[in-house]
């Protein structure tokens, strides 16, 4: 059975920082990506950021580039979302993903992804 448990979101002021964690099982790792995603309310679910199965290269959206990183463990089962200068445009129902390994521009749309975890709130305040 493939899973993947996010770790619990929270409250944060903004300008604050936050991790979340992804931990896969039941999937290959050397050949799945693992993407973040997020949803706030009344928009639709977006992808900001992924990581290909190796680890060795990664893709985020604009609105979180050079704010964001995403990381993986050697044995690729976790995947970290590190997330600092929280806005609270960055409030939403986070979300990660797997999918089998692809070029980073297929892993930066929603198409592909395969499972999914249950998601995490964050909340950013002002």
């Known amino acids: 059975e493939v899973q993947l448990v996010e770790s619990e979101g929270g409250l944060v002021q903004t300008g604050g920082s936050l991790r979340l964690s992804c931990t896969a099982s039941?999937?290959?790792?050397?050949?799945?990506?693992i993407g973040w995603f997020r949803q706030a309310p009344s928009k639709e679910r977006e992808v900001i950021s992924c990581i290909s199965n190796n680890g060795r290269h990664s893709y985020y959206v604009d609105s979180v580039k050079d704010r964001f990183t995403i990381s993986s463990d050697n044995a690729k089962t976790t995947v970290y979302l590190q997330m600092n200068s929280l806005k609270p445009e960055d409030t939403a129902v986070y979300y990660c993903?797997?999918?089998?390994?692809?070029?980073?521009?297929?892993?930066?749309?929603?198409?592909?992804?395969?499972?999914w975890g249950q998601g995490t709130q964050v909340t950013v305040s002002s």
């Open positions: 993903a797997a999918r089998p390994r692809a070029i980073i521009s297929t892993m930066a749309t929603a198409r592909g992804y395969e499972y």
């Open positions: 039941g999937i290959p790792h050397a050949d799945y990506a």
